[in-house]
């Protein structure tokens, strides 16, 4: 992503990560052209207007060296002829700000599963590509003995439904990606879906896609997300929370092994793997008349439980390490290690939103920590779990549950300090102080839990 915008990079940014992406930030067009040359990088994402150099330059500069990298350009200056240079430059797509995050991960799925990877790319780039199978999932804990031999062994069957269950944070897409990979279809397309995260009126569409006339607005075909998996694997992460109208229609998907587009008499072919995971209980979402028993049925053919990371902390320091060694490729910094006290205090941790709260931790002190070890003081989560470092910080009120004080501590350089970064980060530790459990956030917040998957 590239844009000279701090706060458009950090609210992207925490919406890609929740759409199972991994950006990697450039503020100027120089920053840019260094991170494509020393990273794999799959699709860029730009804004045209910059200090240094305007999005045009940098788009002309990549084409001629990297062009089978797709571009989707953002731009808040939408004329005529800014739509026209940047199609002409080789640009998959514009879209203008502000921008609807739906439309933006339809661009971002269409454009990747339309790209062509040339096998020199690692070699050009210099660095091999990020596997996606079991080697990229560091462990020694017991626990998750089973849980890889179980996706090993149901990898080589993309005929079967997996169901993956957890909690948020403990890396259910990452496990669903490398069963996808073992099963050897790493080059087919790994299409996610967060079916909390769309409007209940869109997902139909989303994941049928519809054809022309089929509601208001729908002036063209449009493909679905189960058209784009064509081949390959589709994730229906937080399944659980799938309307009970809907549900209906993926068992017929799933029993028929077709769908037919909204507005639409064709059936079309289902040639994918289905995966779903969710971190509520099936079960008693069956109990409780909110998810269908007929269903559950269908998709809990072979279940795999995810521990959470308390449970396994010893694997805790190689998932350290593992953080340190991606940030310090993508922030060009030396980010030593943790200091010994740094560990003892992330041992000590509960780790309450997982694996993805260990890796924005990291993130959050690798971008503040000098040339040093990460101190207990770098670390976001202290401001919580240890009242000494929670005395060093200036406190954010709100009103929680039974009467008790809500405290959320915000802090801030003061080059990004503005109303909408303030919404950001405390929707964001309220999220985490909440276990990542988004109707609880949306509770304590009196709003809508699909705020935390539309940061604006």
């Not at 699709?43 to 797709?70: C, K, N, W, Y």
């Not at 000098?370 to 976001?380: D, R, V």
């Not at 009467?403 to 990004?416: S, V, Y």
Request: proline residues 6%; neutral net charge; glycine residues 6%.
């Amino acid at each position: 992503m590239v844009d000279d915008d701090r706060v458009t990079l950090s609210l992207l940014q925490a919406t890609l990560y929740d759409w199972g992406f991994i950006p990697l930030l450039a503020e100027t067009g120089m920053q840019a052209l260094n991170l494509l040359a020393e990273s794999h990088i799959d699709l860029v994402i730009l804004d045209l207007m910059m200090p240094d150099m305007d999005g045009m330059e940098v788009l002309a500069q990549t084409r001629r060296l990297f062009s089978h990298i797709p571009f989707i350009v953002l731009s808040a200056h939408s004329s005529a002829k800014s739509v026209v240079g940047s199609l002409r430059h080789g640009a998959a797509d514009f879209i203008s700000k502000p921008f609807n995050y739906t439309d933006l991960l339809d661009s971002i799925n269409t454009s990747l599963a339309s790209r062509h990877v040339p096998e020199a790319h690692s070699v050009q780039a210099g660095v091999p590509p990020p596997s996606s199978s079991f080697q990229q999932i560091v462990s020694k804990s017991p626990k998750m003995t089973p849980v890889l031999q179980m996706a090993r062994q149901v990898s080589s069957y993309p005929q079967t439904t997996v169901a993956l269950y957890g909690e948020s944070g403990v890396g259910k897409e990452v496990l669903a990606r490398a069963i996808h990979a073992a099963g050897g279809f790493d080059d087919r397309p790994f299409v996610a879906v967060n079916c909390a995260g769309i409007p209940t009126n869109l997902l139909e569409s989303e994941l049928f896609g519809h054809v022309r006339g089929a509601f208001t607005g729908a002036d063209r075909d449009r493909e679905g997300m189960f058209c784009l998996a064509k081949g390959g694997t589709i994730l229906l992460d937080e399944i659980g929370d799938m309307p009970l109208e809907l549900q209906v229609k993926l068992l017929r998907v799933i029993e028929s092994r077709t769908y037919v587009p909204v507005g639409s008499t064709r059936h079309v072919k289902v040639d994918f793997r289905i995966v779903v995971a969710t971190h509520h209980n099936l079960n008693q979402l069956v109990d409780q008349g909110k998810f269908r028993s007929d269903l559950f049925h269908r998709v809990n053919i072979f279940p795999i439980t995810i521990p959470p990371l308390r449970e396994r902390k010893e694997d805790i320091p190689m998932l350290v390490e593992m953080f340190l060694s991606r940030l310090r490729m993508e922030m060009g910094k030396p980010l030593p290690g943790i200091s010994k006290r740094g560990m003892d205090y992330i041992l000590g941790y509960d780790w309450p939103g997982n694996v993805r709260e260990l890796k924005n931790s990291l993130e959050r002190a690798a971008i503040v920590v000098g040339n040093e070890q990460i101190p207990p003081s770098h670390l976001e989560f202290l401001s919580s779990a240890h009242p000494t470092a929670r005395r060093e910080q200036k406190k954010m009120r709100l009103s929680g549950g039974n009467d008790q004080p809500f405290e959320l501590h915000l802090t801030l350089p003061p080059e990004d300090f503005s109303l909408k970064a303030i919404i950001s980060k405390a929707l964001h530790l309220t999220l985490t102080r909440c276990n990542n459990n988004k109707s609880l956030a949306a509770q304590l917040l009196k709003t809508d839990r699909r705020v935390f998957y539309r940061l604006k």
